[in-house]
């Protein structure tokens, strides 16, 4: 359990750890103290509500280890001892990575986390979408038999359509290395990629047009950044089939809400499955959450309790190395000059 405590070394630690939490979740961290642990170092768990909290509260933290919290430029000028940040999960948008470099200070993301689970729930999202399941659910349970069945029509099928992946990381070849048990054919837009690794997956490189144009279902997977931040607004939905349903497990902003919301009410799109918001939690007066044509998930698409038990253990393993005087495994600002000097096993 995350308690607040005053983050000073004990006599004998090796060093401190700090968890800064921002969203009162308390979560769970035996995996990290039993990692930090064995270099007899410190773990401690902190509560913020701003930039002031956590310089205040992390003020003599080694390392920082943290999910949602915003590692801003004047947090990290404010945070003189902290050679390293771990961020939990892929993603690290709530960073300042070139404050980061600029100060010294290592970022270090989880990149192997959550493959598989992202992956088969961007295809229950599809399945839920394509099939209306959860639309039929409510109606069945509110003895509305015969509309059900009147709502049937429009449905497409699944097989023989064509899947487009808008990233083509991790996650994005993973769920195109699924797609064909559901006999789905897949188009992939992803200017980074590998091609080979892309062609590995089955999955077809075209233009961000083509794919907008050809796609029956469009899964978002790239991760946030400024180049991909509002990647589909009004002009993308304008490209895309009205039969389509837009399935995102990746990050809000990767989409233009507003621009979303008008496209499915004006019936541009068929619908969509949504696991994350622009803004988070989701205002309750959101339009989304009246439209029958749109399933909503409270951003959980990389939960299992198997894959976050392993995601603790290798933050831990991560903050750990770094206390040690190791360079950690996995580096998002390779250029970084570290405020100590750190060796490779």
Same mark, same amino acid.
């Given at each position: 359990?995350?308690?607040?405590?005053?983050?000073?070394?004990?006599?004998?630690?090796?060093?401190?750890?700090?968890?800064?939490?921002?969203?009162?979740?308390?979560?769970?961290?035996?995996?990290?103290?039993?990692?930090?642990?064995?270099?007899?170092?410190?773990?401690?768990?902190?509560?913020?509500?701003?930039?002031?909290?956590?310089? /205040?509260?992390?003020?003599?933290?080694?390392?920082?280890?943290?999910?949602?919290?915003?590692?801003?430029?004047?947090?990290?000028?404010?945070?003189?001892?902290?050679?390293?940040?771990?961020?939990?999960?892929?993603?690290?948008?709530?960073?300042?990575?070139?404050?980061?470099?600029?100060?010294?200070?290592?970022?270090?993301?989880?990149?192997?986390?959550?493959?598989?689970?992202?992956?088969?729930?961007?295809?229950?999202?599809?399945?839920?979408?394509?099939?209306?399941?959860?639309?039929?659910?409510?109606?069945?349970?509110?003895?509305?038999?015969?509309?059900?069945?009147?709502?049937?029509?429009?449905?497409?099928?699944?097989?023989?359509?064509?899947?487009?992946?808008?990233?083509?990381?991790?996650?994005?070849?993973?769920?195109?290395?699924?797609?064909?048990?559901?006999?789905?054919?897949?188009?992939?837009?992803?200017?980074?990629?590998?091609? /080979?690794?892309?062609?590995?997956?089955?999955?077809?490189?075209?233009?961000?047009?083509?794919?907008?144009?050809?796609?029956?279902?469009?899964?978002?997977?790239?991760?946030?950044?400024?180049?991909?931040?509002?990647?589909?607004?009004?002009?993308?939905?304008?490209?895309?089939?009205?039969?389509?349903?837009?399935?995102?497990?990746?990050?809000?902003?990767?989409?233009?809400?507003?621009?979303?919301?008008?496209?499915?009410?004006?019936?541009?799109?068929?619908?969509?499955?949504?696991?994350?918001?622009?803004?988070?939690?989701?205002?309750?007066?959101?339009?989304?959450?009246?439209?029958?044509?749109?399933?909503?998930?409270?951003?959980? /698409?990389?939960?299992?309790?198997?894959?976050?038990?392993?995601?603790?253990?290798?933050?831990?393993?991560? /903050?750990?190395?770094?206390?040690?005087?190791?360079?950690?495994?996995?580096?998002?600002?390779?250029?970084?000059?570290?405020?100590?000097?750190?060796?490779?096993?």
């Amino acid at each position: 359990m995350t308690v607040n405590k005053k983050t000073s070394p004990t006599k004998g630690s090796r060093g401190i750890v700090v968890r800064v939490d921002t969203d009162g979740s308390r979560a769970p961290m035996a995996e990290e103290k039993e990692e930090i642990a064995k270099i007899n170092a410190e773990l401690i768990g902190v509560d913020c509500v701003s930039e002031d909290d956590i310089i /205040a509260k992390a003020q003599n933290a080694d390392v920082i280890i943290t999910g949602l919290g915003t590692m801003s430029q004047r947090v990290m000028e404010g945070l003189p001892r902290c050679k390293a940040i771990v961020r939990y999960g892929i993603g690290y948008d709530n960073i300042d990575v070139p404050a980061a470099t600029d100060n010294h200070i290592i970022v270090i993301n989880i990149p192997d986390f959550c493959f598989e689970e992202v992956a088969n729930h961007t295809l229950a999202l599809l399945l839920v979408c394509a099939k209306k399941i959860v639309w039929f659910n409510n109606l069945v349970k509110q003895g509305r038999w015969a509309e059900a069945h009147r709502s049937l029509v429009p449905m497409g099928q699944i097989h023989g359509q064509t899947l487009g992946i808008i990233g083509c990381g991790n996650i994005g070849r993973t769920i195109a290395r699924k797609a064909p048990f559901l006999k789905l054919k897949v188009l992939g837009y992803d200017p980074y990629v590998d091609k /080979a690794l892309a062609a590995e997956s089955g999955i077809k490189l075209v233009s961000l047009p083509e794919l907008l144009k050809e796609s029956d279902y469009i899964s978002l997977n790239p991760i946030l950044n400024q180049e991909t931040r509002h990647l589909v607004g009004e002009k993308e939905f304008h490209q895309m089939k009205p039969s389509v349903y837009l399935i995102n497990t990746a990050r809000g902003p990767v989409v233009d809400e507003p621009a979303l919301i008008k496209a499915l009410q004006e019936k541009r799109i068929a619908g969509a499955g949504l696991d994350v918001f622009e803004k988070e939690p989701i205002d309750p007066q959101n339009p989304l959450l009246k439209m029958d044509n749109v399933v909503v998930m409270p951003h959980t /698409a990389s939960y299992s309790d198997v894959a976050f038990a392993l995601l603790r253990r290798t933050v831990g393993q991560e /903050a750990a190395r770094v206390v040690s005087g190791y360079w950690p495994k996995s580096v998002v600002n390779k250029g970084v000059q570290p405020k100590v000097k750190l060796s490779k096993e």
